[in-house]
């Protein structure tokens, strides 16, 4: 088993009470579903929407987002998968893809001593 | 780990969503309602990112608030300089010690449920139009959007839009909330009856032909009438009326429409699925309301829910005493609905003859026209007639008035009745 990180970018979340309380439900139970069938590491962290980004030998302080908003890291999870094939195949459960988000998946690096 | 899945209440945003704008629009005053919305949206997109990944928390409500609550104290704190919020708030938010206090004082339970009662009653302010009451309601107090308000009136986005744009400006416009202790409470009360006998109507005869939404209107319609029930000044006998004629109504929605999505007449219905529960609540309701010395139009008409309730079937209806009980309707608020009504209580009582009588003697027959339940009890009543040729004549003309696929085959079936 290989370890992999889904980064969720962009997606609005913003809609009527009872579309975002329908959004919520789908999110609780994919992460349910990733934790039942033992694929979830760590169920990770939403991000706050801001931030500063640190940049340069000057070391610069400017406000974040430095991404566009619409593909911006919103939270991050830690996935166990076989490899990368079946880790990106997991990631399409996601309801973020109905709300015009899209997930990175990474794998963490092996590292074999 | 998995967050636990633990289920959330259905509505349980919507229903919230009415609560928490209601309470911080007290807070902020009524000419802040924008900022109010804008609160509780961001209340819930924060909601919706962390119990994504932490799982719903034990108490979600307490949670909603106690987060809505931090956001009002930092908005209070940014913007007492540039703004006005409350009278009532007065000096309070200018010093650290009692901002806090004061807006957690405001944001309990005991509060809540008369900003909730303040609010309903300032959405009924007389100078919106009744419909435009309505939709204000919803969008308010029931957290429908006016996507979701418009797919259930089957009206345009953009009309519902411009009503509730319209309603918002009157009443953030009006200064300050309808206050319970008002001199023209009573006066007010009876708007916000009308305004949620509508509501009711309209999920219960409305154009949408997805039952679901039906149900849904009615909920909320049962959902508020409960709260006027629980204040002890709004709970009048009218509004217990009220609450009984919804729960009868209610208590007959599963045998209106069955599982494959058709229409039942009262006549036709399956009434072993009436709903025994909403039956016993509304006779409860339909008793305690008969108190005081005003008969409302919501006592006959739960009187004449009531009467079919306790029917076994269409048969062993008592049709004399539903025609006296529209007689006395007709006097308080005369309608030609309420007349096509009884003319077919007259029909029932003393045949399809007298029946048609009745229903040429109403008053007002041409605002009838584009009712399709008009034409629909003509051809009823001549097919009880044995004149096949005219009822199919009659359903013909219901048939191109029918406003949802639901009354169209349920107008279609009638048709094919005449073939028999």
Known sequence: MSEFLFLYRGGDSSGSPEEMQQNMRKWVAWMKELGDSGHLKAVGNPLEPGGKVVKGKQKSITDGPYAEAKDMVGGYTLIEAKDLAQAAELSKGCPIFEKEGFVEVRPIMQINM | MAPHAVELDEHLFRHESGRMVAALTRIFGV????????????????ALEVWKFRGI?????AWLMATAKHRAIDVLRRERTARTFAPELGRLIESEWTLAPAVHELLGPAAIQDDELRMMFSCCHPRLAEPAQVALILHILCGFSTGEIAAAFLSSNAAIEKR??????????????????????????????????LLFNEGYHGASAES????????????????????PMASTPATLALGALMCLHAARLPGRVDAAGELHTLFEQDRSRWDIQLITEGQRLLDLSATGSELTEYHVEAAIAAVHARARSAEETDWGRIVSLYDMLMAIRPSPVVALNRAIAVAQ???????????RA??????????????????ELELRRG?????????????????SPMERRFIERRINACRE
Do not use: M, W
């Not at chain 2, 309602?33 to 509780?40: G, Q, S, Y």
């Not at chain 2, 109403?362 to 051809?379: E, K, S, V, W």
């Open chain 2, 212 to 231: 679901a939404v039906r149900v849904e209107l009615c909920g909320e319609a049962l959902r508020l009438a409960g709260l006027l029930r629980r204040h």
């Open chain 2, 57 to 61: 928390p034990e108490n979600p409500s």
């Open chain 2, 362 to 379: 109403i008053d007002g027959l041409d605002r009838l026209a584009a009712y399709p339940f008009y034409p629909a009890t003509l051809g």
């Open chain 2, 349 to 359: 009582h003393q045949g399809a003859e007298c029946g048609l009588e009745a229903v």
């Open chain 2, 164 to 197: 509730i744009t319209r309603a918002k400006k009157v009443l953030a416009g009006s200064k300050k909330l309808f206050e319970l202790t008002a001199a023209d409470f009573a006066a007010r009360l009876s708007a916000v009856h009308r305004a949620l006998y």
């Open chain 2, 387 to 403: 004149q096949t040729d005219r009822a199919r004549g009659h359903f013909c003309s219901a048939l191109a008035l029918a406003r």
């Open chain 2, 31 to 46: 000419h802040n309602l924008a900022l109010a919305e804008d609160v509780v949206q961001d209340a819930f997109c924060r």
